[in-house]
């Protein structure tokens, strides 16, 4: 059985676990890794691979350019892309490298072998969250990728789940997904709370509470905006031992040891006014989710209260039902 020689190059420690474990699969894979774009490009010469799993959103060195470098330096070696990206722009982009095929990270367990298999095969697969029909682009003689269902159509970007079954931070629910999570800091200090804070919290007279505004990346692309508010007397030195790039859920857990246990979410439907267009990179009147939450701890005490805005193209919001 002939063996194959793998790169496997993603920031994420968490999804290049997942990845190493659905190739554990097959025998004949023989993996490597890389956890940045210049490290990517460097272990590609040395090591020669035979097939290169490449992100696009990588520290140092984005993947476009990796590709760019590998290219020239390694000529033998097939490149599939594995992103969160599906934007048409940034896909129209890696497929006119050359390269032979593309993978959604959301679609990673059901369509990572098969792409693998059939690019190792001399095929070009893209996962089938980028939809495929007869008659895209006629007018293109020699399209870059094809596929039994047709040439190759950019769509709406896929959506990810907003769940309330379960408290994730955002930094947690992006990993899970294998996505990189950051943050943009806003504001991080100290104020006088608003009204509805006052209320949510159960806040004393002229209590004071820390404000965290950040905007929430995964992957380099802007998902939402969020803005925290907790009590300053229960954490008054936040602004001093909490790095705002970081989960806060796991601060408040590992710092003073207070977890989140339950909490009260409200989601609304809104359009974006020009300020938060801007920080989410979309039109001003665009679709958004606002969501409103009250966090509580073990026996029922209020902690923090959030108000955010995420992208509607880029979330749905999911409900499982009992009878």
């Not at 890696?94 to 390269?99: D, I, T």
């Not at 992006?174 to 006052?198: Q, T, Y």
């Not at 300020?275 to 001003?284: H, K, R, T």
Request: proline share 6%; no cysteine; aromatic share 8%.
């Amino acid at each position: 059985m002939r063996s194959f020689k793998i790169l496997v190059v993603d920031d994420v420690e968490a999804f290049r676990r997942l990845v190493l474990l659905l190739l554990q699969q097959r025998a004949e894979f023989q993996v490597i890794q890389a956890s940045d774009g210049l490290e990517a490009v460097r272990r590609a010469e040395e090591l020669q691979p035979d097939l290169i799993l490449l992100d696009i959103g990588l520290p140092n060195l984005n993947g476009i350019d990796v590709a760019r470098r590998v290219g020239k330096l390694v000529p033998s070696a097939k490149i599939l892309f594995l992103s969160q990206e599906s934007s048409p722009e940034v896909v129209r982009e890696a497929l006119s490298l050359g390269v032979q095929g593309y993978v959604l990270k959301l679609s990673v367990h059901s369509d990572l072998l098969p792409a693998i298999e059939a690019v190792l095969g001399g095929e070009r697969f893209v996962s089938s969250g980028l939809e495929f029909s007869e008659g895209t682009d006629a007018q293109d003689p020699d399209p870059p990728f094809q596929n039994r269902r047709g040439r190759l159509a950019f769509v709406s970007p896929l959506k990810l789940e907003k769940s309330f079954r379960q408290i994730l931070s955002f930094s947690e629910e992006m990993e899970v997904r294998g996505l990189r999570p950051e943050s943009k800091v806003l504001s991080f200090e100290i104020v006088s709370p608003p009204p509805e804070v006052i209320g949510a919290l159960r806040l004393a007279p002229r209590e004071q509470v820390i404000r965290l505004q950040r905007v929430r990346v995964a992957d380099s692309f802007p998902m939402g905006v969020e803005s925290s508010f907790l009590w300053a007397r229960l954490f008054p030195d936040l602004p001093r031992r909490f790095d705002p790039g970081k989960s806060l859920y796991r601060a408040l857990a590992d710092v003073y040891g207070m977890q989140v246990a339950v909490a009260d979410e409200v989601a609304e439907v809104g359009v974006a006014t020009s300020e938060e267009a801007q920080l989410l990179q979309i039109s001003s009147g665009s679709p958004i989710f606002k969501f409103s939450r009250i966090s509580y701890i073990h026996g029922g005490q209020p902690v923090e209260y959030v108000e955010s805005y995420y992208r509607g193209d880029r979330y749905k919001i999911v409900q499982r039902l009992r009878q």
